[in-house]
């Protein structure tokens, strides 16, 4: 998925008022260079690399002929992309960044906004709401409004957004790649997972983290040569792929009494992070916190 940028071209009246033609050209080492022309600002241009830098100059044209480049601008950057793997069925992911994830433009609806390759085969959206403990919901099986009044019918709210690190439930009709724009990493520290509301919180974090790291990261500094508190109760990912399985992990098992989290997780037919392949917290990843 190519993104695209809006040139905002200020001149004097000498310039904006006589010239016929504007081009702004992009320049990058890689992918390569990119130009648009447009007869005013702002000019838009596509074809941009998602995550890649670019800088910009800008040319006025009219009939005597086209005057000297614009100083080129400081960089730009159209906003990376998450590129979530989802399969048949139910998959947790999440916005690990700052940005607000727009959730009727991402997925779009087959009535009257579709977005090609994506609304027809989602089923639902789910986020869960900590605050008000309430269950979010949209479909783009229905225009916006339709699925507002199927949420509150049902005694759900209305899904619009997902605010930066919260995790969300996709449920699709089939397999498929989805690719959702991103932005700066959103990572929790002691004062934002601070604020979290009590018991189940839906998260999401910028950052590649083992479970302990995350653990750490959201408390108090340690002394030295003592381990970590723990910070939360429990911490939950779900496996989409089959077998469809959650993986398990609590950070008062950590010093492994009476048990270890793997066989904890063992027992009681969980996946265990730490074998037999480290598995990590990181971006696009959703997960559960349960915060007593």
Not at 36 to 51: C, F, H, K, Q, Y
Not at 221 to 228: E, F, N, T, V
């Amino acid at each position: 998925m190519h993104r695209q940028l809006d040139v905002t071209i200020q001149c004097g009246s000498d310039v904006c008022g006589k010239a016929g033609q504007f081009e702004a050209a992009f320049n990058t080492s890689s992918p390569g260079s990119f130009t648009a022309t447009g007869a005013a600002s702002p000019i838009n241009v596509n074809g941009l690399a998602n995550g890649t830098p670019y800088s910009f100059t800008v040319t006025a044209t009219n009939s005597v002929g086209t005057g000297p480049a614009s100083t080129a601008s400081n960089s730009v950057m159209p906003n990376p992309v998450f590129t979530a793997q989802l399969q048949n069925g139910f998959n947790l992911i999440g916005n690990s960044t700052t940005m607000v994830l727009n959730v009727a433009t991402v997925f779009g609806n087959v009535v009257d906004s579709d977005v090609t390759g994506v609304s027809a085969k989602i089923d639902a959206v789910w986020r869960w709401n900590s605050t008000t403990q309430k269950w979010q919901f949209y479909t783009p099986q229905l225009t916006v409004a339709q699925s507002a009044a199927y949420a509150a019918s049902h005694n759900f709210e209305a899904l619009t957004s997902v605010p930066p690190g919260e995790g969300y439930w996709i449920s699709t009709y089939q397999a498929f790649t989805l690719d959702v724009a991103g932005g700066t990493g959103f990572d929790y520290g002691l004062i934002s997972f601070g604020t979290r509301p009590q018991f189940w919180n839906l998260l999401s974090i910028g950052s590649t983290l083992t479970v302990q790291d995350f653990n750490c990261n959201v408390g108090e500094p340690p002394s030295p040569g003592q381990p970590c508190a723990a910070n939360f109760e429990s911490l939950w990912a779900w496996k989409a792929t089959a077998p469809q399985k959650w993986y398990f992990h609590s950070p008062q098992l950590d010093g492994g009494v009476p048990f270890t989290n793997c066989q904890y997780a063992a027992n009681n037919n969980y996946l265990c992070f730490d074998t037999p392949t480290l598995i990590q917290l990181g971006p696009g990843i959703g997960f559960w916190v349960y915060r007593p």
